[in-house]
């Protein structure tokens, strides 16, 4: 009896910590994991763990993407040939030309972000950390779509992440051009 008795709370206690282990990694393979950890390296000022969830490559390439499209002309006004021919060679030598700055300066760009997030004060850290653990996130496979929300004001910011192949980890890969425009105004126009 007391042999069947250590059986049964042996195979409980496999069972329990393989259910565990299985969730455990299930959470940490997940976009939400990835920014909570972004979150608490920004709490913890360590920038070096926190950029490894950002692909600033990738901000600043979709960030052109989608800030040439305020060049574009409105549907209710016709744009001329000239017109539209400078603006295609302008896209099109923006997509050559800025990948090639953004190499050129990324170190440059990576300081001033990270001068900005390390003069943060500890309530503006504390509303980043808490709208990352309540953020609103829509995966599907290898994508996520992230919309994070100001507890006060109600504003929101939402983003892209990808898990990266090489490495498995979620980063950031794209910020929404308008909440971006919309956070710059707010933070820097003052």
Known sequence: MRRKTWIIAVAIVVLGGALAGGL??????????????????LQARDMDKFFNY??????LNNFVVASSKDLETPADQPADEWTKFSRQLGRKFAHLFLPKLFEA?????????ERYLLHLDNSQ?????????VAQIDSQGDEAGVTLTD???KDTLRFH?????????WQIVSVNYEDL??????EFHR
Request: glycine content about 4%; aromatic content about 10%; charged content about 25%.
């Open 105 to 113: 300066f990324e170190a440059q760009i990576r300081g001033g972000l």
């Open 161 to 169: 992440m990808r898990r990266q192949p090489n490495h498995g980890a």
């Open 181 to 186: 425009k919309r956070f710059a105004k707010r």
């Open 24 to 41: 455990y990694w299930r959470w940490a393979d997940s976009p939400r994991y990835a920014l909570q950890q972004a979150a608490l390296a």
């Open 151 to 153: 507890p006060k004001t």
């Open 125 to 133: 850290i504390l509303v980043i950390v808490a709208a990352a653990t």
């Open 54 to 59: 950002l692909s600033l490559k990738d901000i």
